[in-house]
């Protein structure tokens, strides 16, 4: 088992940026995909983006180019930057290792990061 603990996220404007980040027990995103995924109360938690071998990356179609996912093996962290966000984003962001790029999440998750989007 990996323990994740992301963080970064917080209150910011309609139009503004956040930048998340997960920082893992030990060097999973260099064996595994990493990525990004939120939820709302009442809704399915769903993929924000992920990354994979060959820094291949699959974003969701409600980032817009919008976010940027990256990672640093040699830190073990994994990292979104969130640009222009709406109101829609509002959600808590989920960091998740030990997946396969195309198949299910991993079985590792983080706590979660609550953002939210409000003027």
């Known amino acids: 088992q990996v323990q994740l603990v992301d963080s970064g996220g917080g209150l910011v404007q309609p139009g503004g940026s956040l930048r998340l980040s997960c920082a893992a027990s030990?060097?999973?995103?260099?064996?595994?995909?990493g990525g990004w995924y939120r939820q709302v109360p009442g809704k399915q938690r769903e993929l924000v983006a992920r990354?994979?071998?060959?820094?291949?990356?699959t974003y969701a179609d409600f980032v817009k180019g919008r976010f940027t996912i990256s990672r640093d093996n040699a830190k073990n962290m994994l990292y979104l930057q969130m640009n222009s966000l709406t109101p829609e984003d509002t959600a808590v962001y989920y960091c998740?290792?030990?997946?396969?790029?195309?198949?299910?999440?991993?079985?590792?998750w983080g706590e979660g990061t609550q953002v939210t989007v409000s003027s």
């Open positions: 990354i994979g071998g060959r820094d291949m990356i």
């Open positions: 030990r060097n999973i995103f260099a064996i595994a995909a």
């Open positions: 998740n290792g030990g997946g396969v790029l195309g198949g299910p999440p991993g079985r590792d």
